[in-house]
């Protein structure tokens, strides 16, 4: 290869987004790469690896023995040095399912975190929603680039990202008006945000485990010395006192035992930015004297071409005829030839005749034109099949005349970020499970059929389908038999549909079928689509062998035509509903086509609305209470829960009326009688040496709590039932953080002065909790018993669990976990860290009067005001 001038080199130098020489290590004992994200991982004035991750490894080396040998690196290029087993450890790495693929995790997680997002004082941002159109600055390839770039393909927020290779330039990305916002790891922000005048929006996101990764083929003793960590945590973890928790109290704030740079550093700094200068002028001089100091081509070519080739890219430079110049050796790579079988051939030598000539379209604009052209191109190689995409940078090199000469070219190997992209809009429009498209593309379809339902030739019909008893049947089979199920009726459902049809679920065992096209005559069409879904009833409900078991079923289906609901798709779908509820009630395994008929429904729920005002009326409510224990079995609270005995009708579900009366308004009164009820059982409890350090909890409806009585109510319940407000318990859920926040955190801090305290049920299930978790005056959470149950048999939903109790035990929050309903899942909550829980194993509701009875001869299983959270 001959020499090119200097001032190309540097100008592929200025080029890059990032360049990094490649370092050699020691050998080591331990060789553990250490990058600066303090208070976590940094190295300390010492030498040696510092923060709250370096301090807990550096005690279980003294504690084994070990040698550690900090290998200074940057995130990304820390990885990579992981990867290629140039070390031997890595601490504060998130397990995602790529890394998985790429290295080795042991079992117990180091630490648990969160990520948050950084602005400036004067920004308004307080959800993630309010990063639309926003630029992010981001730690390339971290876990706060992938969560944000799945949400933003969910809900097209289009921000920017910017791009950065640690946190410490993503703040000062913000602070030069560069960026709107960074997002980073809360520890991070938490102890450096400050020093670049900015502070923490209301927006955090993404509960992530972080642990201490090796290469994916570890050796032996790598893999032992990650065991006995394992073993360190697991042990440190389970004890009050431990080292792990001393670490954590160390690094959990600032001042003596926060992070502080130390005075040498800052003139460390100081010296290093005057090199810096003194480099920029070096330069400068160098471009006015390159005609005198050419000897020096050759090292500094020597030196940028180890930059250059330790770059994850395609480097090249081609010349007028688009002859390959120069290569770096990534582009060697990807051709599989040497720099000798490159340099002085075009691209008609190592790519396919279609792709030489698309690539020479954009290399002319360049050459002819002078234009910076970026742009996505797909490339395949001649001995291979699969295409690549490239991001692609290509500008014009000038001489000291402003002539072009050559092109220099950066190429980034995109395929995977698009194929990932490709699936996340795939998860977006269809069902993970059946693989059927999902309610939204349903919808999106159904909004563009009725867009053209003027058309004389288009007359459709929608149709759900239910399976008839299928919890039943989950029940008996279990939910993977149970899952298996619902993907043989998909299957049947997609081999039904003929090319004018759509088939979709939209969600647990409700299907959809679209039928368009039909007869242009309304009764032609009604009768033509009540043939179609006869046939597909019929076909739905032959036997289906799942597993061992032959299984049969039969389906509801509710149909109902486009010409009966107007030019409204949401009438159209609860149409459809009415008539596949209708055809439940009517027996099951019918077909029942929506008229207005159907209205009957309506006049039910508007029934039910009148025996609700008249049990109001006659005080026909009544509270019973189940408990809640901790680990020792202790009973340690109840919480309150409202039923309904009709004279007539008997026990009506609370899931029946209760949503009927929020909507009609009804439960304002209904739980001002709730409120008052619970004061009389604690007054009661108030008298007895085992109930008076006993708890009552009660859920408050959004509705209720924002009324304008319901503070006054309370206190006034409170002075005449002479009740001890520290006895009473508040549980609040996460629909009601929608409202005017400001006002409810102001409400909520009313209630704690008077000693009321609060709880956030089903925690887990709404969508902005971690964004207002840090405000609340909360002193519980209650995990949703969803995750509980499912827990066992999901590892997602473990995660979520074990998550959740580290951000509430963290925050000093007592975590309660709802749902427990067998031995198993009782033991494993208690395995990882859950102390309280709530649920039919350990007791189901009852009357206050049979507990009493029932615990007061047992009072060693009522724990006493020392045992009770908070004590």
Request: glycine content about 6%; overall charge negative; proline content about 4%.
């Given at each position: 290869m001959r020499r090119w001038s200097l001032g190309i080199l540097i100008t592929l130098l200025m080029v890059l987004p990032g360049t990094h020489a490649q370092s050699v290590s020691q050998p080591l004992t331990l060789r553990l790469g250490v990058y600066h994200n303090p208070p976590k991982i940094f190295l300390g004035s010492d030498g040696r690896p510092s923060g709250l991750i370096g301090d807990l490894l550096n005690k279980v080396a003294e504690a084994e023995g070990w040698q550690i040998k900090p290998v200074r690196c940057?995130?990304?290029?820390?990885?990579?040095?992981?990867?290629?087993?140039?070390?031997?450890?890595?601490?504060?790495?998130?397990?995602?399912?790529?890394?998985?693929?790429?290295?080795?995790f042991p079992v117990e997680p180091i630490l648990l975190?969160?990520?948050?997002?950084?602005?400036?004082?004067?920004?308004?941002?307080?959800?993630?929603?309010?990063?639309?159109?926003?630029?992010?600055?981001?730690?390339?390839?971290?876990?706060?680039?992938?969560?944000?770039?799945?949400?933003?393909?969910?809900?097209?927020?289009?921000?920017?990202?910017?791009?950065?290779?640690?946190?410490?330039?993503?703040?000062?990305?913000?602070?030069?008006?560069?960026?709107?916002?960074?997002?980073?790891?809360?520890?991070?922000g938490r102890y450096q945000a400050a020093d670049y005048d900015l502070v923490a929006a209301p927006i955090m996101f993404q509960p992530t485990e972080l642990y201490v990764a090796a290469n994916l083929q570890p050796s032996a003793s790598i893999k032992q010395a990650l065991q006995r960590l394992d073993s360190y945590l697991t042990r440190w973890k389970a004890e009050q006192h431990s080292p792990y928790y001393s670490v954590l109290k160390k690094w959990s704030g600032s001042g003596e035992d926060g992070y502080s740079i130390p005075q040498f550093v800052w003139w460390i700094g100081l010296l290093l930015l005057g090199?810096?200068?003194?480099?920029?002028?070096?330069?400068?001089?160098?471009?006015?004297?390159?005609?005198?100091?050419?000897?020096?081509?050759?090292?500094?070519?020597?030196?940028?071409?180890?930059?250059?080739?330790?770059?994850d890219a395609f480097i090249f430079i081609k010349d007028l005829d688009l002859k390959y110049q120069y290569i770096n050796q990534k582009f060697c790579e990807l051709t599989g030839l040497s720099e000798r079988d490159i340099i002085g051939k075009t691209d008609h030598q190592f790519f396919d005749a279609e792709t030489a000539k698309r690539l020479a379209i954009n290399d002319r604009r360049v050459l002819e034109k002078g234009e910076r052209i970026v742009d996505e191109e797909v490339n395949t190689l001649t001995k291979s099949s699969a295409p690549h995409t490239f991001l692609s940078v290509k500008l014009p090199l000038r001489d000291g005349s402003g002539q072009i000469y050559a092109l220099c070219g950066i190429s980034t190997d995109i395929t995977e970020y698009r194929n990932i992209q490709s699936q996340l809009q795939h998860l977006a429009f269809f069902d993970v499970l059946s693989g059927l498209p999902n309610r939204r593309f349903i919808i999106d379809k159904l909004q563009n059929l009725m867009a053209q339902k003027q058309s004389p030739l288009v007359q459709g019909a929608l149709a759900i389908i239910d399976i008839d008893e299928f919890k039943s049947l989950n029940d008996t089979l279990g939910h993977e038999l149970g899952d298996e199920l619902l993907?043989?009726?998909?299957?049947?459902?997609?081999?039904?549909?003929?090319?004018?049809?759509?088939?979709?679920?939209?969600?647990a065992d409700e299907f959809v079928a679209i039928l368009s096209q039909l007869d242009q005559d309304p009764k032609a069409a009604a009768m033509h689509a009540q043939q179609r879904t006869r046939q597909i009833a019929k076909r739905l409900s032959q036997p289906y062998f799942v597993g061992s078991h032959e299984v049969f079923v039969t389906v509801s289906i509710g149909l109902a035509m486009f010409s009966d609901v107007g030019n409204d798709v949401e009438e159209l779908l609860k149409g459809a509903d009415i008539a596949m509820h209708t055809a439940k009630r009517l027996g099951r395994n019918n077909i029942q086509l929506f008229n207005t008929d159907m209205q009957a429904i309506v006049d039910e729920r508007l029934n039910i609305e009148s025996r609700l005002r008249e049990a109001v009326a006659k005080d026909q409510f009544y509270l019973v209470v189940q408990p809640q224990f901790n680990q020792l079995k202790q009973m340690v609270a109840m919480e309150a829960l409202l039923r309904w005995h009709h004279p007539e009708l008997g026990e009506i579900s609370p899931g029946q009326f209760i949503p009927i009366a929020e909507q009609s308004g009804l439960m304002l009164a209904i739980g001002k009688r709730v409120i008052e009820q619970s004061c009389e059982i604690l007054r009661r409890w108030q008298s007895s040496e085992h109930w008076r350090h006993i708890k009552l909890a009660i859920n408050i409806s959004p509705a209720q709590f924002n009324h304008e009585d319901f503070v006054p109510h309370l206190e006034n319940t409170l002075q005449r039932f002479q009740v001890n407000p520290e006895r009473l318990e508040l549980e609040i859920t996460e629909t009601l953080l929608i409202q005017d926040f400001d006002a409810i955190i102001d409400k909520l801090n009313v209630l704690r002065e008077w000693g009321i305290s609060v709880s956030l049920d089903d925690f887990g299930t709404g969508y902005a909790s971690l964004s207002y978790l840090k405000r609340l005056p909360l002193a519980k959470l209650k995990i949703d018993q969803s995750f509980v149950r499912d827990m066992l048999?999901?590892?997602?939903?473990?995660?979520?669990?074990?998550?959740?109790?580290?951000?509430?035990?963290?925050?000093?929050?007592?975590?309660?976990?709802?749902?427990?309903?067998?031995?198993?899942q009782l033991q494993r909550l208690q395995q990882i860290q859950c102390f309280y829980f709530q649920g039919f194993y350990l007791g189901k509701p009852q009357r206050p009067e049979q507990w009493e009875l029932e615990l007061s001869s047992n009072s060693e299983n009522l724990a006493t005001g020392s045992s009770l959270p908070g004590s």
């Amino acid at each position: 290869m001959r020499r090119w001038s200097l001032g190309i080199l540097i100008t592929l130098l200025m080029v890059l987004p990032g360049t990094h020489a490649q370092s050699v290590s020691q050998p080591l004992t331990l060789r553990l790469g250490v990058y600066h994200n303090p208070p976590k991982i940094f190295l300390g004035s010492d030498g040696r690896p510092s923060g709250l991750i370096g301090d807990l490894l550096n005690k279980v080396a003294e504690a084994e023995g070990w040698q550690i040998k900090p290998v200074r690196c940057q995130w990304q290029s820390c990885l990579t040095l992981l990867k290629n087993g140039n070390i031997d450890l890595m601490p504060d790495v998130a397990m995602t399912p790529e890394r998985r693929a790429e290295f080795f995790f042991p079992v117990e997680p180091i630490l648990l975190s969160w990520s948050q997002i950084y602005v400036s004082a004067n920004s308004k941002l307080s959800s993630l929603l309010d990063l639309k159109n926003k630029r992010i600055a981001v730690l390339e390839e971290s876990v706060q680039q992938q969560y944000l770039t799945r949400l933003n393909h969910a809900f097209q927020l289009h921000y920017q990202f910017i791009r950065v290779s640690d946190f410490e330039l993503a703040l000062q990305a913000v602070q030069r008006g560069e960026a709107d916002a960074a997002a980073t790891s809360q520890f991070y922000g938490r102890y450096q945000a400050a020093d670049y005048d900015l502070v923490a929006a209301p927006i955090m996101f993404q509960p992530t485990e972080l642990y201490v990764a090796a290469n994916l083929q570890p050796s032996a003793s790598i893999k032992q010395a990650l065991q006995r960590l394992d073993s360190y945590l697991t042990r440190w973890k389970a004890e009050q006192h431990s080292p792990y928790y001393s670490v954590l109290k160390k690094w959990s704030g600032s001042g003596e035992d926060g992070y502080s740079i130390p005075q040498f550093v800052w003139w460390i700094g100081l010296l290093l930015l005057g090199a810096l200068l003194l480099t920029f002028f070096f330069i400068f001089t160098l471009r006015r004297l390159v005609k005198d100091k050419t000897y020096r081509l050759e090292q500094s070519e020597n030196r940028l071409n180890t930059i250059l080739n330790s770059v994850d890219a395609f480097i090249f430079i081609k010349d007028l005829d688009l002859k390959y110049q120069y290569i770096n050796q990534k582009f060697c790579e990807l051709t599989g030839l040497s720099e000798r079988d490159i340099i002085g051939k075009t691209d008609h030598q190592f790519f396919d005749a279609e792709t030489a000539k698309r690539l020479a379209i954009n290399d002319r604009r360049v050459l002819e034109k002078g234009e910076r052209i970026v742009d996505e191109e797909v490339n395949t190689l001649t001995k291979s099949s699969a295409p690549h995409t490239f991001l692609s940078v290509k500008l014009p090199l000038r001489d000291g005349s402003g002539q072009i000469y050559a092109l220099c070219g950066i190429s980034t190997d995109i395929t995977e970020y698009r194929n990932i992209q490709s699936q996340l809009q795939h998860l977006a429009f269809f069902d993970v499970l059946s693989g059927l498209p999902n309610r939204r593309f349903i919808i999106d379809k159904l909004q563009n059929l009725m867009a053209q339902k003027q058309s004389p030739l288009v007359q459709g019909a929608l149709a759900i389908i239910d399976i008839d008893e299928f919890k039943s049947l989950n029940d008996t089979l279990g939910h993977e038999l149970g899952d298996e199920l619902l993907k043989q009726v998909a299957n049947r459902l997609e081999h039904l549909q003929s090319s004018k049809d759509t088939v979709g679920r939209l969600g647990a065992d409700e299907f959809v079928a679209i039928l368009s096209q039909l007869d242009q005559d309304p009764k032609a069409a009604a009768m033509h689509a009540q043939q179609r879904t006869r046939q597909i009833a019929k076909r739905l409900s032959q036997p289906y062998f799942v597993g061992s078991h032959e299984v049969f079923v039969t389906v509801s289906i509710g149909l109902a035509m486009f010409s009966d609901v107007g030019n409204d798709v949401e009438e159209l779908l609860k149409g459809a509903d009415i008539a596949m509820h209708t055809a439940k009630r009517l027996g099951r395994n019918n077909i029942q086509l929506f008229n207005t008929d159907m209205q009957a429904i309506v006049d039910e729920r508007l029934n039910i609305e009148s025996r609700l005002r008249e049990a109001v009326a006659k005080d026909q409510f009544y509270l019973v209470v189940q408990p809640q224990f901790n680990q020792l079995k202790q009973m340690v609270a109840m919480e309150a829960l409202l039923r309904w005995h009709h004279p007539e009708l008997g026990e009506i579900s609370p899931g029946q009326f209760i949503p009927i009366a929020e909507q009609s308004g009804l439960m304002l009164a209904i739980g001002k009688r709730v409120i008052e009820q619970s004061c009389e059982i604690l007054r009661r409890w108030q008298s007895s040496e085992h109930w008076r350090h006993i708890k009552l909890a009660i859920n408050i409806s959004p509705a209720q709590f924002n009324h304008e009585d319901f503070v006054p109510h309370l206190e006034n319940t409170l002075q005449r039932f002479q009740v001890n407000p520290e006895r009473l318990e508040l549980e609040i859920t996460e629909t009601l953080l929608i409202q005017d926040f400001d006002a409810i955190i102001d409400k909520l801090n009313v209630l704690r002065e008077w000693g009321i305290s609060v709880s956030l049920d089903d925690f887990g299930t709404g969508y902005a909790s971690l964004s207002y978790l840090k405000r609340l005056p909360l002193a519980k959470l209650k995990i949703d018993q969803s995750f509980v149950r499912d827990m066992l048999n999901n590892s997602n939903d473990e995660v979520i669990v074990r998550s959740i109790i580290g951000l509430g035990n963290n925050l000093g929050l007592t975590v309660v976990a709802e749902g427990v309903e067998t031995s198993e899942q009782l033991q494993r909550l208690q395995q990882i860290q859950c102390f309280y829980f709530q649920g039919f194993y350990l007791g189901k509701p009852q009357r206050p009067e049979q507990w009493e009875l029932e615990l007061s001869s047992n009072s060693e299983n009522l724990a006493t005001g020392s045992s009770l959270p908070g004590s």
